[in-house]
C-alpha cells in the first residue's frame, strides 16, 4: 500500500474540501456574475434602442432625416454600439450609423421575423414587413446566427407613436408602428470582461488556496515536529541508547501523553537493562572465577604430570642404563636369561609409563602439535628399519611402501600414531604371517594403511578398541593366544585416537575377525607436497642411516647430572662404549673440570641441574672454554614442559627425553661426532 | 321604460350614465313622471319603450337590437349620419334623433374668432374619403382647408396647410386626429408656431392651445330633457347639436406660442355679444 506523510494527509484533509468548495463557488458566482453581465448587455441593447425609438419617432414622422441622422449617431456614441439604423415601416433604412457585421435590409429583418421566436410570439400568425406590436416596451433581440456574428448582439425595437387617449367617439384604431430602429451592440467588451474576472477569480482563488495550503502547512508543523522527535527518538531508542527522551512540550495533547508514556516506558527499558547486566555481570564474574579455578588446577595437574614424569623417569632411565651394563659383565646363560627378563621388564613398565603419560598429557592439552615439512618416506622407512627386526622375530614379512614427499605435520606425532598402529599389527599377527604398510593419495586425502592378516577385530569390539586398556581377548577369536610377552598395554590406540584427534586427521578401521584388519590414517591432501627440502629432516634422516657405520671408540665425553644414579649408569654404559668420560654431577664440578683443562668432543648435559644451573650454562661454559669451538652437545631432561623445549631448540641443541634408550643415545651421538 | 346603452366603460360614458341619472331624477320629481328604469348595455326586452345609445358602438347595437325609438348621444355627426345612411337601407321606418358630441361650425368659428381674433386664417385637414360642408365663416377670417392627398405623408399635408394658416382646427376625423399622430400633429404645429384649437378638453390637455367642446354632463341634461319630453308626447326631437358647450384652455401652450387668451368667461361673453345664444 502506498504511503503518505501525517503532512500529506493533513493537507489532503483540509485543502481537497476546500479546493472542491473554492471551485464550486467560483462557478457558482461566475455564473450568475457571466449572467448578470448577459443581463445587463440586454437591458442596455433594450434601453438603447427603447430610447432610440422613442427619440427617433418624431423624425420618422416628419421624414427628418438630419434628426434620424442625430439620433443614430447619439445612440453610435454609446459604449460598445457598432451600428444604429432607423427602418421605415417598409423595412427601408432610413438613417443609419456605425457598421453593422451584416448589411441591414428588408431581407434580413424579414428572414428574423421568420425565424425569430419572441416575434412569432408577438406578431402571431400575421406576418407584415415590419413585426405587429402588441407589446410596445418589447425590444427583440435577433438571434446571433442570423445576423451572421456571434460577437454581437441584435436589438430591434418598432417605433410606436405615443398614444394621447381622446375621447373623439370615434372607432378606436390600431397602433401601427412608424418604423422600427436596429442597434447591434459589440459583445467584445463584454466577453473581455468576462475573461478578465474570470482570471481575477482564478488568481483570487489561487492566491487564497496558496495561503490555506501555507497555513495548513504551518499549522501540520505543530503536530509534525512532535511526531518526527518521535520517530527518530524510537529510532534512537531501537539503536540502544535508552537515554533519549522526547520534549513533552507540545500543544496537542493526544501526543503530550505518547510523549510522556513514550518516556515512561524508556525509563522502565533503562532501569531493565541495567539490571540484566548487573546480572549478567554477576554471572560472568563468577563464571570468570569458575575459569581460572578450573585453568589454575589445570595448572597444578600439569605441574603434577611433569613432576611425577620427571621423577619416575629418572630412576627408570637409570634402571634401563644399569641393566644394559649388567648385560655385558653377567658371564653365564642363566644370569643372562635373568637380565633379559629384567631388561624386558624395564622396557615394559617404560613403555607403560610413556603410555600413561602420553595420555595425560594428551588429555591435559600440553601436547601441541609442532607443524613443519616432513619427508614422508623418510619417517616410514625409519618405522620400517625399527620394526624389522621384532617382525623378524616373529617370522612376519613386513612390507612398507613408501610415498615419496613431504606433509606439513608433527613428524613426531604422525611416527607415534604409526608406531602404535605397526606394533599392534605385528603383535596380533600371528607368526608366518604380513603386515603391509601402505601410502597413497585418495579421495583427497593422503592415506596411510597399516594393514594385517592376523586375528582380526569382531564388531563390536571395533567400538571399543580406541577405550583406554580395552585388549582383545584371545578367547574372542578362538585361536591360540599370540606370544603372551608382546601383549600389549592396551592403550596403545587410545593414544592413536587422542593423536589423531589432536591432528584433526581421520582414522578408520576395517576388519573381522581371522580375516586381518586395516587401520587407515587419512591426512588432508593439502597437507602433501611432493618437492620441499628440509634441512632437519635432512639431518634426521642422515642421522637414522648412519647409526650403524661409524663407532664411539676414543671419543671424548662430559657427561653431566644431578642424579648420581644416572650419571653412573649413563657414565658406564658409554665406557662400555669404548668412551672416554669424565662425569660431573653440578655445574661448579664442571668448571674443576674445565680449569683442569680438561677437553671433550661431545658433551651430554641433564637440562636441570643444581644451583639453579642448567644444561645450557655448561654447554655455554664448555664452549667458551673451548676457545668458543662448537662443541656438538646432548641435552637430556626428563621434563616435558614446552619451555624447556622451546629454550634448548632456540640455541640449536638436541634435546632428548628421559628415559633415553641406550641405542638412541648413541645413535645420536655418533651423527653429532660425524655430521657427513 | 327607457333602456341605456353605452359603448364601453370609459370614463366619459359613465360620468354621462351618472349625470343622466341625475338629471333625470331632478326632472321626475318636478313633474311627477313616471320613473325611467335604467339598464346597462343588455338587448332583447320588449317592453322598452326607448333607448338611449352612448357612443357610436351603442347605437349600431341599438339600431340592430331594438325596434324601438333610439336616442343616439355622443356620436360625431359624421358619423351618426354615416351610420343612420347604412342602416336606413334596411329598415326604413324607424324612429331615431340623436345628440351630437361635435359642435356647429358657427360655433367654432364663433369661438375662434372670439379667442384669438388676431388668427384669421383656419386651418381645416380632412381625409380624402370625407366630405365636410364648409360653414358661412364670419367677417375677418377664411377657411383653408385641404385634404392629404394619397401618396402624401400626413406630415407633409400638415406641413403644408401649417405654412398657411394661423390656426389649425381640428375635425373630428380619427384617420388624422388618432391617438397615435395627435403628439406629432401637436410638435409638428408646435414647431410652425402655429396654434391647435381641439374638439374636447383630451386636446387642451395633450397640447392644444384651446377647445370648445360639450361634457358628458352638458349632453345628459340635454338627453335628459329628450327623454322626458318622449315621455310626454312620445316623440323624439330632431336630432341637434349640443346646447351647451365648455371652453378649455391650456394657458401653458399660451405662454409657449406667446399668445395672449382670454379666460374662458370673457370669451363666452364675447361669444355671446357676438350672437351666438348659448346658456
Keep these: ?676 | 321604460m327607457v333602456r341605456l346603452v353605452l359603448s364601453d366603460s370609459t370614463a366619459p360614458y359613465q360620468q354621462f350614465s351618472t349625470a343622466l341619472n341625475k338629471a333625470l331624477s331632478a326632472t321626475s320629481t318636478a313633474n311627477k313622471a313616471t320613473l325611467p328604469i335604467l339598464e346597462l348595455h343588455t338587448g332583447g326586452d320588449k317592453k322598452t319603450n326607448l333607448v338611449i345609445a352612448v357612443g357610436i358602438k351603442a347605437t349600431e347595437i341599438a339600431l340592430a337590437d331594438f325596434d324601438v325609438p333610439v336616442l343616439s348621444v355622443m356620436v360625431p355627426k359624421a358619423g351618426y349620419e354615416a351610420l343612420l345612411e347604412k342602416h336606413l337601407l334596411r329598415k326604413k321606418s324607424k324612429t331615431i334623433s340623436a345628440i351630437y358630441l361635435d359642435q356647429p361650425w358657427n360655433r367654432q368659428m364663433s369661438f375662434i374668432q372670439a379667442a384669438l381674433p388676431k388668427h384669421g386664417i383656419i386651418g381645416i385637414l380632412y381625409s380624402p374619403n370625407t366630405h365636410i360642408v364648409l360653414p358661412r365663416l364670419p367677417q375677418g377670417m377664411s377657411l383653408n382647408a385641404k385634404s392629404v392627398r394619397s401618396g402624401e405623408t400626413l406630415f407633409a399635408a400638415l406641413e403644408n396647410i401649417l405654412e398657411s394658416s394661423d390656426v389649425l382646427l381640428v375635425t373630428p376625423d380619427s384617420e388624422i386626429y388618432s391617438s397615435s399622430n395627435l403628439r406629432n400633429i401637436l410638435l409638428t404645429s408646435y414647431r410652425k408656431k402655429v396654434p391647435l384649437i381641439g374638439i374636447s378638453q383630451a386636446y387642451v390637455n395633450a397640447g392644444a392651445l384651446c377647445a370648445i367642446f360639450s361634457t358628458p354632463e352638458q349632453i345628459a341634461w340635454q338627453a335628459a330633457e329628450a327623454i322626458i319630453s318622449f315621455a310626454q308626447n312620445r316623440q323624439l326631437p330632431e336630432p341637434q347639436y349640443p346646447a351647451s358647450f365648455s371652453i378649455g384652455i391650456n394657458q401653458q401652450v399660451a405662454n409657449s406660442l406667446e399668445i395672449e387668451i382670454a379666460p374662458p368667461e370673457i370669451i363666452r361673453q364675447r361669444m355671446e355679444k357676438a350672437g351666438e345664444g348659448a346658456r
Design chain 1, 1 to 676: 500500500m502506498k504511503q503518505y506523510s501525517i503532512r500529506q494527509q493533513v493537507a489532503a484533509i483540509t485543502f481537497i474540501p476546500l479546493f472542491i468548495m473554492a471551485i464550486c463557488m467560483e462557478i457558482f458566482f461566475m455564473q450568475e456574475r457571466i449572467r448578470d453581465m448577459d443581463n445587463d448587455l440586454l437591458k442596455q441593447g433594450e434601453l438603447l434602442v427603447h430610447h432610440l425609438a422613442a427619440n427617433s419617432e418624431y423624425g420618422v414622422f416628419s421624414n427628418n432625416h438630419q434628426m434620424l441622422l442625430q439620433a443614430v449617431n447619439g445612440a453610435l456614441q454609446q459604449q460598445d454600439v457598432r451600428g444604429a439604423a432607423v427602418l421605415n415601416p417598409a423595412s427601408e433604412i432610413l438613417s443609419s450609423a456605425g457598421r453593422f457585421s451584416v448589411l441591414v435590409n428588408a431581407e434580413l429583418i424579414d428572414k428574423s421575423f421568420v425565424e425569430n421566436e419572441i416575434v412569432e410570439m408577438i406578431g402571431g400568425s400575421e406576418r407584415q414587413t415590419l413585426a405587429q406590436i402588441n407589446k410596445t416596451d418589447d425590444a427583440i433581440i435577433f438571434k446571433p446566427a442570423l445576423t451572421g456574428d456571434s460577437k454581437s448582439v441584435w436589438f430591434y425595437h418598432a417605433i410606436i407613436p405615443a398614444q394621447i387617449v381622446l375621447d373623439n367617439g370615434g372607432e378606436k384604431e390600431a397602433i401601427k408602428p412608424l418604423g422600427a430602429v436596429i442597434v447591434e451592440i459589440s459583445k467584445s467588451r463584454f466577453e473581455e470582461n468576462k475573461s478578465r474576472m474570470l482570471w481575477t477569480t482564478l488568481s483570487v482563488t489561487a492566491l487564497f488556496l496558496t495561503i490555506v495550503f501555507y497555513a495548513v502547512y504551518l499549522a501540520s508543523r505543530s503536530i509534525i515536529n512532535p511526531i518526527s522527535d518521535f520517530s527518530s527518538a524510537v529510532q534512537k531508542i531501537g539503536e540502544g541508547r535508552l537515554d533519549t527522551r522526547v520534549s513533552e512540550a507540545t500543544s496537542i495533547r493526544e501526543l503530550s501523553t505518547l510523549a510522556q508514556g513514550l518516556n515512561e516506558t524508556t525509563i522502565n527499558l533503562q532501569q531493565e537493562r541495567a539490571n540484566l547486566e548487573y546480572r549478567i555481570e554477576k554471572a560472568t564474574r563468577a563464571l570468570r572465577e569458575k575459569k581460572d579455578e578450573a585453568e589454575r588446577s589445570s595448572e597444578s595437574k600439569s605441574h603434577f604430570l611433569a613432576v611425577a614424569s620427571h621423577d619416575l623417569r629418572q630412576p627408570l632411565h637409570a634402571a634401563g642404563l644399569y641393566i644394559a651394563e649388567l648385560q655385558r659383565r653377567v658371564q653365564s646363560d642363566e644370569q643372562h636369561h635373568l637380565v633379559d627378563r629384567i631388561e624386558r621388564c624395564i622396557e615394559s613398565l617404560s613403555s607403560l609409563l610413556n603410555a600413561l603419560f602420553d595420555i595425560s598429557k594428551l588429555d591435559a592439552g600440553a601436547v601441541i602439535p609442532q607443524i613443519q615439512s616432513c619427508n614422508l618416506a623418510t619417517i616410514m622407512e625409519c618405522l620400517a628399519a625399527d620394526f624389522q627386526m621384532l617382525a623378524g622375530q616373529k617370522d612376519i614379512r613386513l612390507v612398507v611402501r613408501p610415498l615419496y614427499g613431504y606433509i606439513a605435520t608433527d613428524s613426531q606425532l604422525v611416527e607415534r600414531i604409526l608406531v602404535n598402529l605397526i606394533g599392534n599389527a605385528i603383535r596380533y599377527t600371528q607368526r608366518g604371517g604380513c603386515v603391509l604398510v601402505a601410502c597413497r593419495k585418495r579421495n583427497g586425502y593422503l592415506c596411510i594403511e597399516v594393514r594385517d592378516n592376523g586375528i582380526g577385530i569382531s564388531e563390536t569390539d571395533q567400538k571399543k578398541v580406541f577405550r583406554e586398556f580395552f585388549q582383545i581377548a584371545p578367547e574372542s577369536h578362538g585361536q591360540n593366544p599370540v606370544d603372551g610377552v608382546n601383549k600389549g598395554l592396551g592403550l596403545g590406540l587410545s593414544i592413536v585416537d587422542r593423536l589423531v584427534k589432536l591432528l584433526g586427521y581421520h582414522i578408520e578401521l576395517r576388519s573381522k575377525p581371522g580375516n586381518g584388519s586395516t587401520f587407515t590414517l587419512k591426512i588432508p591432501v593439502e597437507n602433501y607436497a611432493e618437492h620441499q627440502t628440509d634441512v632437519q629432516s635432512k639431518l634426521e634422516d642422515k642421522a637414522e642411516y648412519r647409526v650403524k657405520k661409524a663407532s664411539l671408540v676414543g671419543t671424548r665425553l662430559l657427561v653431566v647430572d644431578d642424579d648420581v644414579a644416572v650419571l653412573s649408569s649413563t657414565s658406564s654404559f658409554l665406557r662400555s662404549c669404548g668412551c672416554a668420560v669424565d662425569f660431573a654431577s653440578s655445574f661448579s664440578q664442571v668448571e674443576q673440570l674445565l680449569s683442569e683443562g680438561a677437553e671433550w668432543d661431545l658433551v651430554i648435559s641433564d637440562y636441570h641441574l643444581e644451583d639453579g644451573k642448567n644444561g645450557l650454562d655448561v654447554i655455554s661454559a664448555v664452549r667458551r672454554h673451548h676457545n668458543n669451538r662448537p662443541t656438538p652437545c646432548i641435552l637430556v631432561s626428563g621434563d616435558t614442559k614446552q619451555s624447556v623445549v622451546e629454550a634448548v631448540k632456540a640455541n640449536g641443541y638436541t634435546l632428548l627425553q628421559k628415559p633415553v634408550k641406550p641405542g638412541k643415545l648413541k645413535s645420536l651421538m655418533m651423527h653429532l661426532l660425524d655430521p657427513l
